[in-house]
């Protein structure tokens, strides 16, 4: 009978306990989302950098600055927001916070977004005027505008937006009037591919550096160069950018160069260094500019496809296409060899030297392009059809059709394929509005000067 009793003892507590612990599981539960509730999704107002330093950010929460002058403010802005709440830093009134004097931005975490700002009436000390750290992913820089951010001395070397990190992406921004050394924007690279996004923004004129060094975009760096970065640059505009040869400066592998507007600029987008990258469906408005380019390509598996280039002015390292010769053994800085280079279905009209092949070709780059092929392109009263400074192995040149040069080997008389729409000669089965007559590019509360007209 004691023994029974023992046993309905102890079979009670134990369902009494187990019950016990799953209400106070719930119960802490249930407090724990009440508590993330409350502390969730808070708006806090600044009006400097010392107030932001003081914040401790949490997911969902935005900060809003002041409108007026920040002068010579260095913005910290630290934090780790998720993909449902990001944390996010705006101007009171996009474009109302200006950030002038030697002030910069620091974006370091994950999801962080910032919007509205305007740099202007200042410069950089030494640091980068926009900085997504090595730590920072998912973030983004969206409806900014960096304007004549100029030292006085004009060798000092900063770069205007500095891409670390992975998965980042500035967008809907107007970048204009950098006249100092450095690159405009740069991805830099490391072991791992990056995922970067730049799209929809305006890249204004700038002016001829003189030296190396006067991108608008870098992808990558020499070192880093046999890497994979996976960046896309796409539905941008950029306007007189004359910094040097190279407008854009693919240094890295598995990129995408897409949909972007070229205007009246005195260089070309360039294969530097790195493989398996596209140049594709982007319009050349060259206008015959003195020194404007086209694409240049160097390295393995490039493919150049849909392009439209009118009036290309550039000769050899900068004719409409150029595909260059190599150093035999090249160092990671120096020139590797064209293979298996796939350019179709580009439009050229009115180019001073439509395709150049061997281009470069000296004492040192004596190493000819192998693999190359060259096939259903459209070429309008080129100047020059071909120039061949070497005689490419494996070549392969067909169906290019050609209106108002001589035909050669490859080449055929243009038939009845193209039509005239928007200004632009296109594939009557693939009518396309150009993206900048229906897409806002740049911030919605600023209007730049453009006037993008054939010539």
């Known amino acids: 009978m004691k023994l029974n009793f023992y046993v309905g003892l102890v079979l009670l507590c134990g369902v009494s306990y187990s019950s016990c612990a799953k209400a106070v599981e719930a119960d802490s539960l249930t407090k724990k989302v009440e508590e993330q509730a409350t502390i969730a999704d808070k708006t806090y107002t600044i009006a400097s950098a010392a107030e932001l330093n003081e914040l401790k950010l949490m997911p969902g929460d935005k900060v809003i600055m002041k409108s007026g002058e920040w002068k010579s403010q260095l913005i910290n802005f630290k934090g780790k927001g998720t993909s449902e709440k990001p944390i996010t830093l705006i101007a009171e009134i996009k474009g109302s916070v200006i950030l002038s004097g030697n002030s910069n931005l620091k974006i370091d975490g994950e999801w962080l977004v910032v919007d509205g700002l305007s740099f202007k009436n200042g410069s950089s000390l030494k640091d980068d005027v926009v900085l997504f750290t090595k730590a920072t992913s998912n973030s983004r820089l969206t409806n900014t505008s960096i304007e004549n951010y100029n030292p006085s001395d004009k060798t000092l070397d900063y770069k205007w937006v500095s891409l670390y990190g992975n998965h980042n992406r500035v967008d809907h921004c107007s970048i204009t009037g950098k006249v100092h050394q450095g690159t405009t924007l740069v991805v830099w690279l490391d072991d791992k591919p990056n995922y970067h996004q730049i799209d ?256």
């Open 200 to 455: 929809h923004n305006y890249f204004g004129p700038r002016p001829e550096l003189g030296a190396n060094g006067g991108e608008t975009i870098r992808i990558g760096t020499s070192t880093f160069s046999m890497n994979d970065s996976y960046a896309t640059v796409q539905n941008n505009i950029f306007d007189k950018c004359d910094g040097e040869v190279e407008i854009i400066s693919i240094k890295s592998g598995f990129n995408k160069i897409m949909n972007n507007l070229f205007y009246e600029c005195a260089g070309t987008v360039t294969f530097r260094h790195g493989n398996n990258s596209e140049v594709s469906n982007n319009y050349f408005i060259a206008n015959n500019v003195t020194n404007s380019g086209g694409i240049r390509l160097i390295g393995e598996n490039q493919k150049v496809h849909g392009n439209y280039l009118y009036k290309v002015a550039g000769r050899t390292l900068r004719s409409a296409i150029s595909v260059m010769n190599a150093y035999e053994k090249p160092a990671l800085n120096e020139y590797w060899q064209v293979k298996n280079a796939d350019i179709q279905n580009n439009i050229i009209v009115g180019a001073r030297e439509a395709f150049v092949l061997g281009s470069g070709k000296d004492n040192d780059r004596t190493v000819a392009p192998d693999g190359v092929n060259i096939s259903n392109n459209y070429i309008f009263n080129p100047t020059t059809l071909l120039v061949t400074q070497d005689e490419p192995k494996n070549l392969k040149m067909q169906n290019n059709q050609v209106e108002g040069a001589n035909i050669v080997t490859g080449f055929v008389k243009m038939g009845n394929d193209l039509q005239m729409s928007d200004g632009i000669w296109q594939k009557k089965t693939e009518l396309k509005k150009p993206f900048w007559l229906e897409t806002a590019i740049g911030p919605d509360w600023k209007k730049d000067n453009r006037s993008f007209i054939f010539k």
